[in-house]
């Protein structure tokens, strides 16, 4: 059982360029989202889905675009990095109800030169 | 919208000693869920414990253990017995029970440094 996979797990990228982080869960999962962590700022969600065809935004939307197709993918557009982008990035998926654990990926950790 | 707020950036515990992390929330609501998440230096995100706020009786998983104060909206996580191990990040979130806020919100975090 592998869980959410989020690749890559190391990106170095120039400003004003454009990636996709890549998440991807076989859990069948309803929820899915993504999470920025910043030191001293926590995870600081940045858009979530509740089931294919459905995201929204998060605290930290701002220069991000998702897309859910699919149950079991949810990628991470960013547009055109900038500096302040930089940060590891997690996603998560959990089913909808109630106490049941977010399972995460192990992270992208994004440096925008 | 909830927030949540943990106090102590930074605990250090001597091994086999207890430590206890603050976490303290703020929602309107009366049914919710709240967890502790370990993040140890690989990265990876690990459930600790979890608590259902409409039982009073606090949810313990062998060496953890929380106190959850529903009318002071606290909910702080009792490290029994502390290993190297437990080094670590601790977060605190919160999720709500209602369709529509399925997010889960988390505190900024606390170093935890056990010292041999």
């Known amino acids: 059982n592998a869980g959410v996979t989020q690749t890559p797990k190391f990106q170095v990228l120039k400003t004003g360029q454009s990636m996709t982080l890549q998440c991807a869960q076989d859990?069948?999962?309803?929820?899915m989202s993504w999470y920025r962590q910043d030191p001293g700022m926590g995870l600081r969600l940045i858009h979530y889905?509740?089931?294919?065809?459905?995201?929204d935004q998060g605290e930290v939307p701002n220069g991000y675009n998702v897309s859910r197709s699919t149950t079991e993918d949810f990628p991470l557009r960013l547009l055109s990095a900038a500096p302040s982008q930089t940060s590891v990035y997690f996603c998560a998926s959990s089913y909808m109800t109630g106490n049941t654990e977010a399972f995460f990926g192990q992270g992208t950790r994004l440096t925008v030169v | 919208a909830q927030t949540v707020t943990q106090s102590q950036p930074e605990m250090s515990v001597q091994e086999a000693e207890t430590v206890t992390l603050s976490c303290t929330y703020d929602?309107?609501?009366?049914?919710?869920?709240l967890f502790w998440y370990k993040q140890p230096p690989s990265r990876q995100m690990i459930l600790v414990i979890r608590q259902e706020a409409y039982k009073q009786q606090n949810a313990t998983e062998n060496r953890f253990s929380v106190n959850f104060q529903k009318a002071a909206k606290s909910f702080s996580l009792k490290i029994s017995d502390s290993q190297l191990g437990d080094a670590a990040m601790y977060f605190c979130a919160y999720r709500s029970s209602q369709g529509g806020s399925e997010k889960l919100v988390f505190g900024k975090g606390t170093k935890l440094t056990v010292n041999p």
């Open positions: 859990m069948n999962h309803e929820y």
């Open positions: 929602t309107s609501e009366s049914d919710y869920y």
């Open positions: 889905s509740v089931g294919a065809g459905i995201t």
